[in-house]
């Protein structure tokens, strides 16, 4: 979901990029006659930049967040040419739409830079800027983009990592988001796009070597389990997989918040995943009216993605920053049922544990104004206790989707759009990473139900990797190193240079930016997990 970490990401410089080799192509771009997804839109690709591995090295390592992300990803090995691919595909409702991307190629001399090359998929997280686009390393914005290029590319990967419809050039109008089939749609899309052009390019001595990785992070770890599994049923070849702090189990994910553990972010999460299931299946509301509140409920399904900041998006009152349900409980009678009754009134009030280290979170997601509508909420509430999925609020055995596809209908997309869902299991190497203290993508409710939902799989075909748990196998040098950096930046906030905190207030701080910190260790741990095959 959210994907951003001052502390550790970093983009690459736009007047040296302009100085090696951007602005060019291979030869006449000819746009396609044909609008089938999948389909380059034009070929050859657009090359943005070229840097040998000293000038990436130079541009990456210039700043003090370039030289940490220097320290998890190794200094470039490679040169990176940055091509931007555009290529047709579909909406959550088959709506035909351009879309874009990037296609990093490694180049150079050095062993593994040049020649047949393995590929990897990359999905990105949740990006509110409808211009984000990914290939533009020149962007301060797109840290993910120099994320990826330092992390894989510079050491011998192509890359293939789309901006998804709805950004960019896309005239789509909204973000499919957290829909299984679109979404993995679109990345094989991508990736067949990406594989037409790259003969095409002007880096002639770097091709496709046969090997392929999907992986992403936060949304992107979602969409890369879809891809994971969609390429597999088609019986598409995909050597390994490394999804990441993903939102997988959809509807054990939506019954936590709307039960209470509110995660950060969630008014911004809201109406992304609400217009996308919306435009795909018609019946999540007759008028937006129905679930949002009213200060919220006009132009929502066009508030996100946006050119416009975030930060104005609040203080414009078109969301509310935090507060996704009314801080006062919605009364909840039942006839005949009086104990369901007191359960789920007790289940939708303010968190008030003060012996649960998660109750200030959770809190911040109920205020006044808010989001979501009680009357909404409640109803979602009936259906998960009249029809409860197995990992929430107790994990049950092997831990199933709720028994029959729920009635309430965006619980019911949820479990569309769960990856449980069909009793999908992965017939490929797969890592799961994340962090047990995410406040964003909870570790338990997605990486653990699915890792649960697995148990049975032969030993050795999933492995999952908490990158908070005490240091200990192949992974053992992530962890340390990710626990280091969370206590380094901890130690820097309470400094003058970093605000002088309190410990209170700088672990507050470090809360607020732990999803992203975590992406480029699950990255680097993701890249030692490809290297084996």
């Given at each position: 979901?959210?994907?951003?970490?001052?502390?550790?990401?970093?983009?690459?410089?736009?007047?040296?990029?302009?100085?090696?080799?951007?602005?060019?192509?291979?030869?006449?771009?000819?746009?396609?006659?044909?609008?089938?997804?999948?389909?380059?839109?034009?070929?050859?690709?657009?090359?943005?930049?070229?840097?040998?591995?000293?000038a990436?090295?130079?541009?990456?390592?210039?700043?003090?967040?370039?030289?940490?992300?220097?320290?998890i990803?190794?200094?470039p090995?490679?040169?990176?040419?940055?091509?931007?691919?555009?290529?047709?595909?579909?909406?959550?409702?088959n709506?035909?739409?351009?879309?874009?991307?990037?296609?990093?190629?490694?180049?150079?001399?050095?062993?593994?830079?040049?020649?047949?090359?393995p590929?990897?998929?990359?999905?990105?997280?949740?990006?509110?800027?409808?211009?984000?686009?990914?290939?533009?390393?020149?962007?301060?914005?797109?840290?993910?983009?120099?994320?990826?290029?330092?992390?894989?590319?510079a050491?011998g990967y192509?890359v293939?990592?789309?901006?998804?419809?709805?950004?960019?050039?896309?005239?789509?109008?909204?973000?499919?988001?957290?829909?299984?089939?679109?979404?993995?749609?679109?990345?094989?899309?991508?990736?067949?796009?990406?594989?037409?052009?790259?003969?095409?390019?002007?880096?002639?001595?770097?091709?496709?070597?046969?090997?392929?990785?999907?992986?992403?992070?936060?949304?992107?770890?979602?969409?890369?389990?879809?891809?994971?599994?969609?390429?597999?049923?088609?019986?598409?070849?995909?050597?390994a997989?490394?999804?990441?702090?993903?939102?997988?189990?959809?509807?054990?994910?939506?019954?936590?918040?709307?039960?209470?553990?509110?995660?950060?972010?969630?008014?911004?999460?809201?109406?992304?995943?609400?217009?996308?299931?919306?435009?795909?299946?018609?019946?999540?509301?007759?008028?937006?009216?129905?679930?949002?509140?009213?200060?919220?409920?006009?132009?929502?399904?066009?508030?996100?993605?946006?050119?416009?900041?975030?930060?104005?998006?609040?203080?414009?009152?078109?969301?509310?920053?935090?507060?996704?349900?009314?801080?006062?409980?919605?009364?909840?009678?039942?006839?005949?049922?009086?104990?369901?009754?007191?359960?789920?009134?007790?289940?939708?009030?303010?968190?008030?544990?003060?012996?649960?280290?998660?109750?200030?979170?959770?809190?911040?997601?109920?205020?006044?104004p808010?989001?979501?509508?009680n009357?909404?909420?409640?109803?979602?509430?009936?259906?998960?206790?009249?029809?409860?999925?197995?990992?929430?609020?107790?994990?049950?055995?092997?831990?199933?989707?709720?028994?029959?596809?729920?009635?309430?209908?965006?619980?019911?997309?949820?479990?569309?759009?769960?990856?449980?869902?069909?009793?999908?299991?992965?017939?490929?190497?797969?890592?799961?990473?994340?962090?047990d203290?995410?406040?964003?993508?909870?570790?338990?409710?997605n990486?653990?139900?699915?890792?649960?939902?697995?148990?049975?799989?032969?030993?050795?075909?999933?492995?999952?990797?908490d990158?908070?748990?005490?240091p200990?196998?192949?992974?053992?040098?992530?962890?340390?190193?990710?626990?280091?950096?969370?206590?380094?930046?901890?130690?820097?906030?309470?400094?003058?240079?970093?605000?002088?905190?309190?410990?209170?207030?700088?672990?507050?701080?470090?809360?607020?930016?732990?999803h992203?910190?975590?992406?480029?260790?699950?990255?680097?741990?993701?890249?030692?997990?490809?290297?084996?095959?």
């Open positions: 979901m959210f994907q951003y970490s001052k502390y550790f990401l970093t983009a690459l410089g736009c007047a040296a990029l302009a100085a090696c080799g951007s602005g060019a192509s291979s030869g006449t771009t000819q746009p396609s006659s044909s609008t089938a997804h999948g389909t380059l839109a034009l070929d050859p690709p657009f090359r943005i930049a070229s840097l040998n591995a000293a990436l090295q130079a541009n990456i390592g210039a700043s003090s967040a370039g030289a940490q992300l220097l320290q990803t190794g200094n090995a490679c040169g990176v040419d940055f091509y931007y691919i555009k290529y047709w595909t579909v909406g959550a409702a709506e035909t739409t351009e879309s874009s991307g990037a296609l990093m190629v490694p180049t150079g001399s050095a062993p593994g830079c040049s020649g047949p090359r590929i990897v998929l990359y999905a990105h997280g949740t990006q509110t800027d409808q211009l984000a686009n990914i290939a533009d390393v020149t962007n301060p914005a797109n840290t993910e983009g120099a994320l990826i290029a330092a992390m894989f590319a050491q192509i293939v990592a789309p901006n998804f419809a709805g950004y960019d050039i896309s005239t789509l109008g909204y973000h499919p988001y957290l829909l299984a089939a679109q979404n993995s749609g679109e990345m094989m899309d991508a990736l067949a796009a990406a594989r037409t052009a790259l003969p095409h390019t002007l880096t002639t001595g770097t091709s496709d070597g046969g090997k392929l990785f999907v992986t992403g992070y936060s949304e992107g770890g979602y969409v890369a389990m879809a891809t994971e599994r969609a390429m597999l049923a088609a019986g598409d070849k995909v050597t997989a490394a999804p990441m702090s993903g939102p997988y189990a959809v509807e054990a994910f939506g019954d936590a918040i709307f039960f209470g553990s509110v995660n950060l972010g969630s008014t911004v999460f809201a109406p992304l995943i609400t217009t996308g299931y919306q435009k795909a299946y018609g019946n999540i509301y007759a008028a937006t009216t129905d679930l949002y509140a009213s200060p919220y409920a006009a132009g929502i399904e066009t508030v996100l993605p946006s050119a416009t900041p975030l930060a104005t998006i609040f203080a414009n009152g078109q969301l509310p920053e935090t507060a996704l349900f009314d801080s006062t409980t919605p009364t909840v009678t039942i006839p005949g049922q009086p104990t369901l009754s007191a359960e789920l009134t007790a289940a939708l009030a303010v968190p008030s544990d003060p012996n649960n280290p998660n109750t200030p979170l959770f809190a911040l997601g109920f205020g006044n808010y989001l979501i509508n009357d909404y909420r409640v109803s979602y509430a009936l259906d998960a206790a009249s029809n409860p999925d197995g990992a929430v609020p107790t994990p049950a055995a092997g831990v199933p989707l709720a028994a029959a596809k729920p009635t309430q209908t965006l619980r019911a997309a949820f479990y569309q759009n769960d990856m449980r869902n069909g009793g999908w299991a992965p017939t490929v190497p797969t890592l799961l990473c994340g962090g203290k995410d406040p964003t993508v909870f570790f338990s409710v990486t653990g139900t699915m890792a649960a939902f697995w148990s049975q799989l032969p030993a050795g075909l999933v492995t999952v990797l990158v908070n748990a005490s200990a196998g192949p992974f053992a040098a992530v962890q340390t190193a990710f626990q280091q950096s969370q206590a380094a930046e901890f130690a820097f906030l309470q400094t003058a240079a970093g605000g002088g905190l309190s410990a209170a207030a700088a672990e507050a701080q470090l809360v607020q930016g732990y992203g910190s975590v992406a480029p260790f699950c990255s680097a741990a993701a890249r030692a997990f490809f290297s084996q095959f």
